[in-house]
C-alpha cells in the first residue's frame, strides 16, 4: 500500500505540472499587467524607471529575455550605443492551445527613428522554428521605410505592399545596415509569401509618442499559421541600425506534460494489475 500511494502522488504532481503549464491567459492591449480581473502577463509596469526594470513575471510557461540596463544617455546597449532611444529591454512568450503570444518592450518607435542625416526603421518580429538558425517567419509591425508609409517587399516572386499585421513565411532576409552589427540580423523580411494576417484584436503597436517612456508590442500568432508544428521556437526583434537586439527561446510546455502525466498514470495502472495478478 505505502508504495501505492507514492506513485499516487507523483501522479498528482504530473498532472500539476500539465496544469501550470498553461496556467497564463492574454489579453492583447499593451499593457502586461492584470488589471480590473483582465488576464495578462503579470508584469506590472507601472512604477518601471528608465532601466534596471525586472520584466519576468515569474510565470510557469512564460518564456522571458530581458537586459534593461539603459538609461537616456547615448551609452551601450550591445552591439552599438544609443541608449534608451534604441534600448530592447525584454521580449515575452507563451502558448495556449491556438496561439503563441509575445510582447517586446523598447524604447524604439515602430515608425523609426531619425539619427543625424540617417533614418533608421523598425524590424519585423522574426521566428526560427526548432531555434536552429532557419529564421522561418516574419510578422510585420511597420509598413514605415525612411519615415513614409510605403514599405514593399518581393511577395511571390512580384514587388508587392507590405501588410501590417501579415505573417509571412521568409525566402530571404534584409540584413541590419550597420555591418559592425550583423549579430542583430536578421532584420527584415526581403522575399516571402504572405501566410495570413493576425487579427487586428490580436495585436497592439504604437507608431510613435515621444511622451511614452518605451513602447510596447504585442501580438497573439494563430499557431496554425506555421507551416508545422513544432516543440521550440526562437523570437527576434531588432532595428535597421542594429543597436540593439532581443531574443528569447520558447518551448511548447503541453506536449512535455501530457507525457510526463501519462507516464505517471501507466506506472499506477501497471501497479495495480500486478497487486490484482498477486492477489
Known amino acids: 500500500m505505502r508504495r501505492f500511494w507514492t506513485l499516487f502522488w507523483v501522479v498528482v504532481f504530473l498532472w500539476g505540472l500539465a496544469a501550470g503549464a498553461s496556467a497564463i491567459t492574454i489579453t492583447v492591449d499593451g499593457n502586461l499587467f492584470v488589471e480590473e480581473g483582465e488576464p495578462d502577463w503579470g508584469v506590472d509596469t507601472s512604477s518601471f524607471g528608465e532601466n534596471d526594470n525586472n520584466w519576468d513575471p515569474g510565470v510557469p510557461g512564460v518564456f522571458v529575455w530581458q537586459e534593461d540596463e539603459v538609461g537616456e544617455n547615448d551609452g551601450f546597449v ?16 507563451t502558448f495556449d492551445a491556438n496561439y503563441l503570444y509575445v510582447a517586446i518592450a523598447t524604447g524604439f518607435p515602430q515608425i523609426g527613428r531619425e539619427y543625424g542625416s ?99 508590442i504585442e501580438a497573439a500568432i494563430p499557431l496554425s499559421l506555421f507551416d508545422e508544428p513544432f516543440t521550440s521556437i526562437k523570437i527576434h526583434w531588432t532595428m535597421e541600425c542594429g543597436n540593439d537586439y532581443g531574443e528569447v527561446v520558447a518551448h511548447t510546455p503541453e506536449p512535455a506534460s501530457i507525457l510526463l502525466a501519462g507516464a505517471g498514470l501507466f506506472a499506477v495502472s501497471m501497479f495495480l494489475r500486478r497487486r490484482r495478478r498477486e492477489g
Open 78 to 93: 550591445d552591439p552599438g550605443y544609443g541608449g534608451q532611444n534604441y534600448d530592447v529591454e525584454a521580449v515575452l512568450a
Open 118 to 216: 540617417d533614418w533608421y526603421d523598425a524590424g519585423d518580429i522574426a521566428f526560427d522554428v526548432g531555434a536552429d538558425g532557419s529564421w522561418d517567419y516574419a510578422l510585420v509591425i511597420s509598413t514605415y521605410v525612411d519615415g513614409n508609409d510605403n514599405r514593399e517587399a518581393e511577395i511571390d516572386n512580384s514587388i508587392q505592399e507590405v501588410e501590417l499585421r501579415g505573417f509571412y513565411k521568409v525566402f530571404s532576409w534584409q540584413g541590419v545596415s550597420v555591418s559592425d552589427h550583423s549579430v542583430s540580423n536578421p532584420f527584415r523580411m526581403k522575399s516571402g509569401t504572405q501566410k495570413g494576417t493576425v487579427d487586428e484584436s490580436k495585436f497592439y503597436y504604437v507608431a510613435d509618442d515621444p511622451d511614452l517612456p518605451r513602447y510596447i
